[in-house]
């Protein structure tokens, strides 16, 4: 008999979020009101996942490549994520929620960096839940800042193996990622969790982002139940 190594719920969700110009697009609004409704379901779906026990949720929120987007669509982006971190940061607290901001400063104005700091001091005590919010990330670049890292310590070759490395990632506590859902049809990771993602089982979902729901939630955690994680064994 194969041992059931799989939790009830996953330990660590990562959601790609993906299709919201798509869904503007078909109803005939502005890009921008495809991100706001992106945002409205964004909200439905991380307080149904910390509610059903998932500890730790990251966010593909803005890539270090989605800088190539048009200047206005990038601007009302950094109001979106002004409005997460600073408005919406109360509710956060209330839930228990703690806030990690995962990603680089480089282009980012001062404002937001500042927001982003203090909501992550506000939510550093906080044990409900983990919200990891990657934010100009990239997977890649985060893989060769952590390599960086290395060397700044001075470490030798001899002294590096998987647990050193990881030590040296954005937010090392983060564990590596169990389950990563995207949306709107597309399947690839696009820079996202690389490191994290070795051994992620991936659920692709046709619907664009602004149509997710509560009950998604609860559909991705039970086809991850069905899945046999092996782990390399």
């Known amino acids: 008999m194969k041992e059931d190594i799989t939790p009830t719920v996953p330990r660590h969700v990562g959601y790609i979020i993906d299709g919201n110009r798509r869904w503007a697009r078909q109803h005939g609004l ?15 779906v991380l307080f149904e996942s910390f509610e059903t026990g998932i500890h730790y949720v990251s966010v593909y929120a803005f890539s270090t490549e989605n800088w190539k987007r048009d200047s206005g669509e990038v601007g009302k982006l950094m109001k979106l994520a002004m409005r997460v971190l600073g408005a919406d940061l109360g509710e956060f607290i209330k839930r228990d929620i703690q806030i990690k901001v995962l990603g680089v400063a480089d282009g980012l104005n001062d404002k937001l960096v500042e927001t982003a700091r203090n909501a992550e001091a506000k939510t550093a005590r906080l044990s409900g839940g983990t919200l990891c919010i990657c934010f100009n990330y990239g997977g890649q670049r985060e893989i060769i800042d952590a390599a960086r890292s290395i060397m700044a310590a001075g470490l030798a070759p001899a002294e590096i193996d998987e647990k050193v490395f990881e030590k040296h990632l954005y937010a090392p506590d983060i564990p590596t990622v169990d389950v990563i859902v995207r949306t709107s049809g597309e399947q690839r990771l696009s820079n996202f969790m690389l490191w994290r993602a070795a051994y992620s089982e991936f659920i692709f979902l046709e619907k664009l982002w602004p149509d997710m729901r509560t009950d998604d939630v609860h ?15």
């Open 219 to 233: 559909a991705i955690i039970a086809e991850y139940q069905k899945r046999e994680r092996r782990l390399g064994s």
């Open 30 to 44: 502005p890009t921008y009101e495809g991100h706001l409704a992106g945002y409205d379901a964004l909200k439905q």
